[in-house]
Structures are given as C-alpha cells and as structure tokens.
C-alpha cells in the first residue's frame, strides 16, 4: 500500500511540474525605427518586441514572436490591420490578445518612434516544439527560388519538411479575410497528412505525391503598390479540428473565414492541443518591379 501511495505521489509531481502555466500578462515597448523604415513597419517591429516583452517579463526568459501588419491602400487612405499568432521558441508563446494594441507614434530627429502597449494570455512552453522547415517558393517548386518578395503575377509554392509525422494546415492572411490553402479545396481531411523526413512541394501538380487533380496551384497579386500578406503554417503530430469555412462557387478561390473567426479558432486549438506548432511567413507583394 505504501509503495502504491508513493508511486501515485510521484506520478502528481511529475504532472505539476510539466504542466504548462497560462498568464495574462501586459508589457509597453518603445521602439526607435531607422529613417528608412515606414510607420507601418515601425508598428510591426514594436508590436512584435512589446509581446517578447511581456513573455520576458513573466516567464524569466526571451522568446520569439512572429507578428504581420495587413495594409490595404484604397483612395488615398491607409487601412491597417494588425494580427498576431505567436511563433514560440522555448519557454513562452503568446496565445490570444486581450485587447487592440495601443499605439504612441512620434518623430525624434526624422526618425519614427513607437510605443506599443499590449495585453494578453501567454503560455509556458516547457518542451522544445517540433523544428520544422517552411519556405515559399516563387515562380518554381525548387528550393533555390525560396524567398519572400514578390511582384504582383507570381505563383506562389511552399517547401515543407518536418522531422516527425503529424498533420499541416496552411492559411494566407490578406486584407481582413484567411483564406485556406492545404488541404487542397478538395480535399476532405481536416489536415493534410505528413511522413517524417519527406520534402514536400505544395501547390504544384508537378511535384506532388497525390492525385493532380486535387491539387491548387496559386498566383500572388497586388491592387495596391505594395502589400502585406501572411502565410500560416499549423503542425501537429496528431490530428486536429479545423476551423469553419466559407466556399465561394468560383474554384480559383480557396475556402476562406473572417480574420477574428480565425483568430479566435486558433487561440482555442491551442490552448486545447500542447502539441502543435505554428508559424508565420510574412510576404511583400509589389504591384511592380519599379
């Protein structure tokens, strides 16, 4: 009996002390941007180290945080959306945020400086996330046209290697809508099932490993001079719900929900699934070369 009650006892202690602790938490970041970088970037860089901040602050330590700016120029006036997935690398990761960031936006000699405030839930990570690797591609599926510039007309590919088994998810943010790129439109999974140490060319009926006649094969393009788009990449070792999504009768246009449905499914996904991990891609798109 006594060594039964010990073994129980040590079971507990195990739980607690890899149980990962969820905080709400609110930091304020100032950042001095280059003269060379615009107010929209500044936001994005402050936004983004203000959340590092707040990790920083509660966790004891400083983690990465991915965040992308949607920038929409329509007559004349700039539309801005900010949003955020959190990418994590050891020891925290930002979930959900609470409320819209704040800004503080001011110039000191030709420079742009911004004051960020931000408040939200984060996580402890106590495990190191699965390192997986993502790039786009443009114009090929071929590694060696990785890259994250691209001109209105461009197709768009994504390289993906994973060192475990598990399920993929990919969304394109642009403008106030996600649209999902894997699985395909046709496809009826919930995610798109990945074999360990196997490359993968998505969007290209030239290199892939199922049926061609599933596939989707995509073009970047640009009304405004220059946009922001984001590329969301979910991974799990096991399978997850997907969110709910729209589908419009014209096939060249992907499956798609609001950008805070989205959000908020993704905040949920996470704090129910430890295991998955996300990642975002940021892309320019030019309207033109010039």
Known sequence: MKRQFLLILSLLQIMIGYSQRVAKVSATYTYYAPETMSVEEAKRVALDRAKIQAIADEFGTIVSQSTSTIVSNKNGETDSHFFSVGGSD?????I?????????????????????????????????????????????????????????????????????????SVFLISDKNVFCLLPYRKDTENAFRITADTEYFFFSKEKTSIDKKLVDEYTLSSYNSKEFNDIIIIFSPSMFHKSNLKKEKEESIPKYTTL??????????RLKNNNITVSQISLTIKKNES
């Not at 050891?90 to 930002?94: D, R």
């Not at 805070?260 to 996904?269: A, G, T, V």
């Open 90 to 94: 050891v020891k925290g990761e930002w």
């Open 96 to 168: 959900e945020s609470l409320v819209d960031p704040k800004y503080n936006i001011s110039f000191d000699d030709r420079c742009v400086v911004v004051t960020c405030e931000v408040q939200g839930l984060i996580r402890e990570v106590l495990d190191h996330k699965i390192e997986f690797e993502a790039m786009p591609l443009k114009n090929a599926p071929n590694i060696n046209y990785a890259t994250t510039e691209f001109i209105n007309g461009d197709d768009l590919y994504l390289y993906f290697k994973s060192p475990v088994s598990g399920y993929l």
């Open 260 to 269: 805070n449905q989205f959000n908020n499914w993704l905040s949920k996904l």
